[in-house]
């Protein structure tokens, strides 16, 4: 199967391409924000997925401390998603012939969704276990499991992000 971009979305984005190809300054702005961002993203969410994974068993005030800083954090990564989401769309406005009939393009997007995914149910385990005190030890392997889930996703991300770069 042969893909070919719809005309109405290429007309949309035309002007955007045509100044995103000619401007090496925007290209360079445009990538600066979506890789900074997983960097320091995804640099604290994986520093927290291993936090989560050494959590000691019988430390209830470690878990407490924990959690706390697991809540406090999530809004940066979720910021930090957000903000290289919508750099990652003007990339893909850029260049709609390229990214658009690309299997490693979705594979990636679904990456990303997972991502969230995980992130919402680490997110709503989070409070579970800050309402609950100390929680069900279950509850705990269960954000275990997501911490670890986090960190392949990431790294999954990134390397379909390379694979992404070097077929283009």
């Known amino acids: 199967m042969i893909y070919e971009t719809p005309q109405a979305l290429a007309h949309l984005v035309a002007p955007w391409a045509k100044y995103?190809?000619?401007s090496k300054t925007a290209e360079t702005i445009v990538t600066f924000l979506h890789i900074a961002p997983l960097l320091v993203g995804g640099g604290l969410a994986v520093a927290l997925d291993r936090a989560?994974?050494?959590l000691p068993h019988d430390e209830p005030g470690a878990r407490e401390r924990h959690l706390t800083e697991l809540g406090s954090v999530h809004t940066l990564v979720i910021g930090a998603?957000?903000?290289s989401f919508v750099s990652g769309l003007l990339m893909l406005a850029a260049d709609l012939d390229t990214f658009l009939p690309s299997w490693i393009f979705w594979l990636k997007m679904a990456l990303l969704?997972?991502?969230l995914v995980n992130g919402g149910v680490m997110r709503s385990l989070e409070r579970t276990l800050s309402r609950a005190g100390e929680g069900r030890e279950d509850q705990w392997h269960r954000l275990r499991g997501t911490a670890v889930?986090?960190?392949v996703l990431w790294l999954a991300i990134?390397?379909?992000g390379v694979m992404l770069t070097n077929a283009a």
Request: aromatic letters at 6%.
């Open 113 to 115: 969704a997972a991502l």
């Open 81 to 83: 998603l957000v903000l």
């Open 52 to 54: 989560s994974l050494r």
């Open 158 to 160: 990134t390397l379909a």
């Open 20 to 22: 995103y190809s000619d």
């Open 149 to 151: 889930t986090s960190l």
